[in-house]
């Protein structure tokens, strides 16, 4: 049977006290609600339709074009927010499933549940439930005597025996399509204004039809998001179903607790990540490597076996073999080659490091090409911007640069050139020469065993 997915995402979420859209507020490197749309998605094999309100710019750019939305002018509600689909998806499907954007953490396993549970019932609605305590101001499910569901209540207006009850509506549903877009205009105002989407539940049993249930497996994927303190609580809840997920692939974690790996990350087999490490962004890590502890990764890519310790590499590339800090820096544009070796205090901004080359300690290389093999000398220089524009540097295979060079760019160093200690190079070097002095001049040939 066909399932279409609405996720409501157009509440005020005045709850968060934030200036930031709840939906939008980051959980896991994506906005919570991009959480929602992807388990939709797998769970129904369509792009889901996504109720958001007016003028909602930001929120369209964080899921992107594919999914459907739908805008709701005000938020008179959940079942007036489901109602704002009507148009779009009336006659569309046989089933419907509804959530909330808010309720990130529920896995398109238990969503696709919630269908198949659907799929047998006979009756028009089937509901997620969970046990909790404390409830976490979660509408509460009233049973009769004999177990048959009645309604649910919201937490504002149960009464103090419904508020005892330890069923909970986790606020995910499955509706048969055209009983729901009969029934919720028949929805009436509650008392605080609002049009609440569980009060199908009870109109579904006041005519004596049977709503299923499905109970989740997982308590934690029932933490909802209303608060910031909710928000800290799924960030824990993800980070360790991220890191399961990589362990269960083969990443080792020294403690995973401090391990903090977004959803858009990749790492491969027989990695070691160590504690206080970030992996953010669309990072891609290959295998055997070593990363952290207290580094930070963003958007960077690196090979097989590199070592990263203590450092911050962001938009960097690094092929197979590198050695990244303690305490270095790696920024947009910084391309290592094989085997390269940065240690503490380099950074390293838009610039090609062939195999081999090693950036020992205290270095800044911008806008740089450095061929294979060469050796950049301690508190090496590349003064690149000259207070308006950026220059080039490129230093040849083979090089060798004293330490404390000031490479005043643009300029070039040619391949099997040294520079002596403190070289202020203004002019280029010829290959396999030595230049030293301020400015530098070539002092003489080099011989290859030189
Ligand atoms: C809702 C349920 C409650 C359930 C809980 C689980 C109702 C009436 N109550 O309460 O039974 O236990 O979820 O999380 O449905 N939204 C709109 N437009 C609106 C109002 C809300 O799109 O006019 C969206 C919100 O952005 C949110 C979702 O609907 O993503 C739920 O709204 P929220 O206000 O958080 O409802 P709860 O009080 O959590
Ligand atoms: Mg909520």
């Not at 909790?132 to 009645?150: A, H, L, Q």
């Not at 669309?282 to 490597?289: A, R």
């Not at 092929?319 to 391309?335: I, K």
């Not at 690149?384 to 005043?408: C, P, Y």
Request: include cysteine; glycine fraction near 12%; charged fraction near 20%.
């Amino acid at each position: 049977m066909r399932c279409e997915a609405i996720v409501l995402a157009a509440g005020l979420g005045t709850r968060m006290n934030s200036a930031m859209p709840k939906v939008l507020q980051p959980l896991g490197g994506w906005p919570l609600l991009r959480w929602s749309v992807e388990a939709c998605r797998q769970a129904t094999g369509e792009e889901p339709h996504v109720v958001i309100p007016p003028e909602a710019d930001e929120i369209r750019q964080a899921v992107g074009n594919e999914v459907h939305f739908v805008v709701q002018a005000e938020p008179l509600g959940t079942g007036h927010a489901a109602l704002q689909a009507a148009g779009a998806l009336n006659g569309k499907s046989e089933l419907l499933l509804v959530t909330s954007a808010d309720m990130p953490l529920l896995t398109s396993d238990t969503l696709r549940g919630l269908i198949e549970v659907q799929q047998a019932n006979v009756g028009p609605v089937t509901l997620l439930t969970t046990e909790s305590d404390p409830p976490r101001g979660f509408g509460r499910v009233e049973r009769d005597p004999r177990g048959k569901i009645v309604g649910i209540i919201e937490e504002a207006q149960a009464s103090p025996v419904q508020l005892g009850l330890k069923e909970l509506n986790v606020g995910a549903y499955c509706f048969r399509a055209a009983w729901l877009w009969e029934q919720l205009p028949k929805v009436q105002k509650s008392a605080k204004g609002e049009y609440y989407l569980t009060d199908l539940v009870g109109l579904a049993t006041a005519s004596g039809q049977p709503v299923a249930v499905l109970k989740l497996a997982d308590p934690n994927e029932a933490i909802g998001i209303n608060t910031l303190e909710h928000l800290a609580e799924a960030e824990a809840a993800i980070r360790r179903r991220i890191n399961r997920e990589l362990m269960a692939k083969g990443v080792r974690f020294l403690d995973p607790e401090t391990t903090y790996v977004e959803a858009g990350v990749r790492v491969a087999s027989d990695t070691v990540l160590l504690p206080n490490t970030h992996l953010q962004g669309e990072t891609v890590i290959g295998s055997g490597c070593q990363i952290g502890p207290n580094s930070i990764l963003r958007n960077a890519q690196v090979g097989d076996r590199c070592r990263i310790e203590a450092s911050v590499v962001e938009g960097a590339v690094l092929e197979q073999d590198v050695e990244v800090g303690p305490f270095a820096r790696l920024r947009t544009g910084a391309r290592l080659g094989a085997g390269v070796h940065v240690g503490n205090f380099g950074e390293i901004k838009s610039s090609t490091l062939g195999p081999g080359v090693k950036v020992g300690h205290f270095s800044y290389l911008g806008d740089a090409t450095i061929g294979k093999g060469v050796n950049i000398g301690a508190g090496t220089i590349t003064c690149n911007f000259d207070g308006k524009q950026k220059h080039a540097t490129t230093i040849g295979e083979g090089a060798f640069i004293g330490s404390d060079t000031m490479l005043v760019a643009p300029v070039n160093v040619g391949p099997g050139a040294r520079t002596g200690a403190g070289a202020v190079v203004t002019k280029d070097v010829p290959a396999n020469t030595l230049a030293a002095g301020v400015p530098a001049r070539v002092i003489r040939k080099l011989n290859p065993h030189d």
